[in-house]
């Protein structure tokens, strides 16, 4: 990320750089992502990804959406029960219908949140959506890069780490292989989280013998996007759990998406990636 990136300002030359970098012959994490959600900023190749994998898990889409629920859920609680006013949101994707900032600023509206991501089309649109937003900025940088983001200058204008802080990873550890050391990733973003704070995350999941049919499909799914996207793990369950330390885990744990405190009557789509994809809450004492 340059040094010269500071809060939101939404100029066009800011979106004109930031599309000269977009790179359409290599499929993009967030635009297949984007693709499943029903949007529309993806292109062909993206959408070639995104139907592959629709020929091994038809409800694809469903996962996306049980994610960006999740997401939504979690949000709620975080700033009207838990009390949180600052979200670090890294791995964010491309904005669509209830974005962190829309969910918490909604509850309490001084509400300061950071997004993060790799790729120079999620900049460019953050910043047209977050124009005339003075509590919201996104910033590009990699997770891979803990330092780059917890030291990056936008980051400190918005996020005080001597104060409670929700950091959202959500859909993002799965896509860091093992040789970038994921489990020292979330390690280092835990130690810099002050007491008080909260850590969420979903992940891809492979629940293994105990269910051999999901396991065999997330086998599959797996091995098409490291073929297509170069990443994408479906970790098991304690592979998961110990990205988050000794932190206690909010009830009710690490948790298909959907039985992550569901709001009444939501409905709930159990196909089969339901166990392919997880998530959980916890509190830094």
């Known amino acids: 990320m340059a040094d010269d990136d500071q809060h939101v300002s939404g100029a066009p030359a800011d979106n ?18 984007d693709f499943f959600l029903g949007g529309k900023d993806n292109f062909a190749i993206d959408r070639q990804v995104g139907e592959a994998t629709l020929k091994i898990a038809p409800d694809a889409p469903a996962a996306g959406r049980a994610n960006r629920a999740f997401l939504r859920r979690v949000v709620h609680y975080l700033a009207a029960e838990a009390g949180i006013r600052q979200f670090l949101d890294i791995g964010s994707g491309l904005p669509t219908q209830g974005n962190v900032h829309e969910v918490a600023q909604e509850v309490a509206p001084e509400a300061r949140v950071v997004y993060v991501d790799n790729d120079p089309i999620v900049l460019a649109h953050g910043r047209a959506l977050l124009a005339t937003n003075g509590s919201t900025t996104v910033v590009e940088a990699d997770i891979r890069d803990p330092e780059s983001i917890l030291n990056h200058p936008s980051v400190g204008a918005l996020i005080d780490f001597d104060q409670p802080v929700a950091l959202l990873l959500f859909a993002i550890l799965h896509h860091v292989n093992e040789h970038e050391d994921p489990q020292g990733i979330a390690a280092r973003f835990r130690s810099a989280l002050p007491s008080g704070s909260y850590l969420a995350l979903s992940h891809f999941h492979n629940p293994g013998p105990a269910m051999p049919e999901v396991s065999a499909q997330a086998t599959s799914a797996e091995k098409l996007f490291n073929e297509h996207l170069g990443t994408g793990r479906w970790r098991t369950r304690d592979e998961i759990l110990a990205y988050f330390g000794d932190l206690p885990l909010l009830e009710p744990g690490l948790v298909p998406l959907a039985e992550w405190r569901p709001d009444p009557g939501e409905f709930v789509d159990r196909g089969i990636t339901y166990h392919t994809f997880v998530g959980a809450v916890a509190h830094k004492p």
């Open 16 to 33: 004109e750089q930031a599309g000269t970098r977009i790179d359409t012959s290599k499929p993009s994490i967030a635009r297949v992502y």
